[in-house]
């Protein structure tokens, strides 16, 4: 098949991703009207979504699209994942079909899917997200899968842009937070890429033992290499990282290497609740000005306080809102046009 | 924040309700078209709705607009609302967030949030919808909260005037009726709000202690003399407030002062199961001609008998018809043009 | 009422259902823009859906229209479908209020209600559709039923002529496949009538005792008297049946002799397990080339093998593609234009 899918940024070249945020700049200034007229897309959430859907949905709709909002296992059928099973079970379609169909309805398919429990080993394959690239005939976007949350990547890079100008060299913590649940890594992971593609020095404080996904790392190693930036810091002590940080990004996430094994990762994470963006530590930032970043949801006071949410320093609210323009000259750039 | 919120009808003026009912009646003569080419507004349902969302949705897209349809803890996150909570429970998300990021996505936000137990005094603060409205930079709906339902307010007032004419000094008879569970008091206060602000004589007909909530009872008695009506009469026989009525609006709800006490609750509810709006009682009505409303959904049988619902004095599904024509007018008023 | 619904196909004349044909034809030819401009189409599911939902959504966007999505119980209310009942129980809006009140907004109403349990006798009456058909002012289509699937018929009609050219004389067989649930027999029952329609020699494969509604099988032998076609076979070895065939509909369904069953019905289809369409069957169709085709969704090894599905043999993607193009010649034709 004769198509491009947008399943992670990396995928893409640099110069591609350069020409991405170009238009974004264009679309969020009003420049770029229409381009999706009769474009339909699909979006398929196996998982829940409050951001991705509303700009998805408002981003085709304000270009001339329109965007179909597909639940399997609540209003439509519950997919069965794994080839050449004999679906006697649970599972009423295989993502075989459903990739295929929507490919004939729709001009890209999009798909959100969550890890969902297993091994890692299992779960790093994005296996949904991977089906439905390998089935569809149509472009496929990913919305989130196990490894990558690529539309939130495209925002982070904008924002960063946005809100620091110049981000060559400058400083970049992704720093972890405490949260009741174990978190998939596709936005940590995203949001380092995001800022090494930007050019910046990045730093990732997190527990001793809270790793990522061994390729990925080597990813964002490699990322930074060919972005010219420098090479990352993996760090212990959040405080010491933050001092003099242009940008912080807060985010939970559970260790890989205990990925799936609930009490271990209780009693692992019972050791680091006070992992927690405070005001205190903002106040540490470059000149007490670095900005807060999150890709939303967040938990109040528990991955971020209220004092940094409501304060001048965060930017997650525009971060949000970026979702917007990023995707809608993502679409246009797959799917439509910028006459 | 500069914006204009829409929370209840009698946040605007006389001249502003007056004039957004003129404008229904030329929308439903089909005089208006388009007016909401590249709006969104953003709908967030925490309660089911048919009718809500339907018309809301076919209004948005008759003029040119979108509506995205979102149900936290459905689709989308479950969303947090008290303020300054450690949220490390159940909720992922907060409102404040929620109505932010939305307010960036849409032209307006409108929002669906019935009481959920715990005390009235608590329900009574409508906390979500004052939270959507005070965290949201663009114009918020109230679809019906714990102490209003405007948009079904504003549809009673359009079906009162356009079913008797002249409205004023005429007979309006809101009665209470039975139903399996206490339901919340917003339409019987809208209903009253309505009948009060169209000059109509009103009489509320319930069982004994069947109170509504004191502040509202104030507030349509305060309505009811701007308006120029008659004082609102309270009564306890169903029968003799019907005779003679121009309008009966049969409503079940759950006296506030056993709000979310279930077993009292049954207690009470158990001696009025006899309150049912029958064909006989609106045989009575002036001329025998009355007509009768309903916000619907109606438990048929159970507060309003089929004679009734199928017969020729019924209203109810003009009355769910103007729904669309009177938010047609708000969503032109308030985000639109009507050239 | 003066109106036209789509309940069943053969409610239509021989020659309205080839005339909506060939406009389907025009349209997936892409020679027919617009023609269902400010036009809403409200769609009811009381069961869930992929294919349906997305081409219908899909058909009225890409002719300037919209649909609005309902799944009652779910976003709305949980429907009654009993006349005359008090409705005390768990039912909070009656059928005949949400047609009602959906005539008002939309311009047609299509529903999905399959059988739900009870007995055969009950269930054959379609009374959730035929209330809507009832009660609603406007058209009402089927968008699958206790009887009939007529959406899906004119798409296998669709591709019959689409993949075979000339269909008269052509063998067809509908063969039973085994499958973990008794599902419903409209499409069974509508495979069939799509194929006498086309005049097609119907050979209907099942064991023993898999017998549809008899009212359905005296149809299916009428509209092949009508349409010139030989007299349906019915027979039980599905080898033999498959031999030569033009076009292979495989479908599971369960004996309405012992509909809603339970143990009875495990204890029948145990017996079948190996009625499934593989390779090895398709191989016998005519010069090994015999088309297969099913509705979707499918249990893959279950209902149709692995190596039928990614063959070459199938067309279920070009049918179900056909869904869209024959439903955008329906919409077109009941409440739209085509210039």
């Known amino acids: 098949m004769n198509k491009r899918d947008f399943l992670a940024v990396e995928d893409w070249s640099f110069a591609e991703i350069e020409a991405l945020l170009a238009l974004a700049a264009r679309v969020k200034r009003g420049e770029v ?43 439509s059928w519950v997919l069965e994942t794994e080839d050449g099973v004999v ?49 569809c005939e149509k472009p496929v976007i990913n919305l989130e899968s196990s490894r990558r949350h690529p539309c939130q990547e495209l925002a982070d890079a904008f924002t960063l842009r946005e809100k620091l100008g110049e981000t060559r060299g400058k400083k970049f913590v992704l720093t972890w937070a405490w949260h009741p649940k174990a978190l998939p890594t596709a936005v940590p992971v995203s949001a380092a890429l995001a800022a090494v593609r930007m050019g910046m020095d990045l730093t990732i404080a997190a527990p001793e033992g809270c790793d990522l996904d061994p390729e990925d790392v080597r990813r964002i190693g490699e990322l930074s290499t060919e972005a010219g930036s420098a090479a990352p ?92 323009h990023v995707q809608r000259a993502l679409l246009l750039t797959m799917i439509g046009s910028t006459r």
């Open 87 to 135: 679906m006697d079970g649970d599972t009423v379609e295989h993502v075989t079909e459903a990739a295929r169909v929507l490919g004939r309805y729709a001009d890209a398919v999009a798909v959100r899917s969550f890890p969902r429990g297993g091994d890692w080993a299992t779960a790093r394959q994005d296996a949904v997200l991977q089906q439905f690239a390998r089935h």
């Open 233 to 324: 810091a993996f760090v212990h002590d959040q405080a010491a990282a933050l001092a003099g940080a242009d940008a912080v990004y807060a985010k939970s996430w559970g260790p890989v290497s205990i990925y799936g094994q609930a009490e271990t990762q209780r009693t692992w994470f019972d050791r680091y609740r006070d992992w927690r963006l405070t005001a205190d530590l903002m106040a540490t930032t470059r000149d007490g000005r670095g900005i807060a970043m999150h890709c939303l949801p967040v938990r109040r006071n528990v991955e971020i306080d209220d004092a940094v949410l409501d304060g001048p320093q965060s930017v997650v609210v525009d971060e949000a809102e970026n979702r917007l």
């Open 33 to 75: 009207l229409g381009g999706l007229e009769r474009k339909v897309l699909a979006m398929v959430f196996l998982d829940p979504s409050l951001r991705t859907r509303t700009s998805f949905e408002t981003g085709m709709f304000l270009h001339g699209g329109h965007a179909v909002v597909l639940e399997p296992g609540k209003g």
